[in-house]
């Protein structure tokens, strides 16, 4: 049981490139998330997903869409990235049943 | 979206020594979260506690939901205690608050 795994660890683009970032969850979970996390603040939610077939903005969509490919995976795409994405992204899954949230390991990811 | 507050932005404790931390927030929700986060950088649910009282080992919390507070208390503190706590409140999608960061001194 991986719980909620995440690819690349690391990741270093030029502005303007694009890129996936991945996440699975093994825990049979239908709600996904991302968030950003930048320097000394909180996390703010990019998008998420309700159940697979679903997806909605969350508080800083733009730049970046994503896809529920199915119940397991949540993919997050940058068309074309800008400095200002550079952050740390983290997936995380939600239980139906306590509501808690488990968090991958997340993805440092440096824009130049 | 819901505003969230969290004091103090900064704490350093003895080891052994206990502490509260506070999440405010602006707006009903029915869904509030601690997290810790570690030095790592990994997040871990500690609580989910949208109203009353749990606890966990150590480890508390109480929500207030009708005054739209929480609060967070740790005792006897141990250095594995280091870190940054996070509370997240919402409806349908979470907010977070900036985060207490927490160091524990042997």
């Known amino acids: 049981n991986a719980g909620v795994t995440q690819t690349p660890k690391f990741q270093v683009l030029k502005t303007g490139q694009s890129m996936t970032l991945q996440c699975a969850q093994d825990?049979?979970?239908?709600?996904m998330y991302w968030y950003r996390q930048d320097p000394g603040m909180g996390l703010r939610l990019i998008y998420y997903?309700?159940?697979?077939?679903?997806?909605d903005k969350g508080e800083v969509p733009n730049g970046y869409n994503v896809s529920r490919l199915n119940k397991r995976e949540f993919s997050l795409r940058l068309e074309s990235a800008a400095p200002s994405q550079t952050s740390v992204y983290f997936c995380?899954?939600?239980?139906?049943?306590?509501?808690?949230?488990?968090f991958g390991p997340g993805t440092r990811l440096t824009v130049t | 979206g819901i505003q969230v507050e969290q004091s103090p932005p900064d704490l350093i404790l003895q080891e052994g020594a206990n502490s509260t931390l506070r999440c405010n927030f602006s707006?009903?929700?029915?869904?509030l979260q601690w997290f810790h986060q570690n030095p790592w950088g990994q997040l871990i649910n500690l609580f989910y506690i949208p109203s009353g009282t749990k606890q966990n080992g150590r480890l508390s919390a109480t929500t207030v939901a009708t005054e739209r507070y929480s609060l967070l208390y740790i005792s006897s503190s141990q250095t594995t205690d280091s870190g940054v706590y996070f509370c997240?409140?919402?409806?349908?999608?979470?907010?977070f608050g900036t985060g207490t960061s927490l160091t524990v001194i042997p």
């Open positions: 997903s309700a159940s697979e077939g679903t997806t």
């Open positions: 825990m049979n979970h239908n709600s």
């Open positions: 707006d009903s929700v029915n869904n």
């Open positions: 995380a899954s939600e239980s139906q049943i306590s509501y808690e949230q488990y």
């Open positions: 997240a409140v919402g409806l349908n999608q979470f907010y």
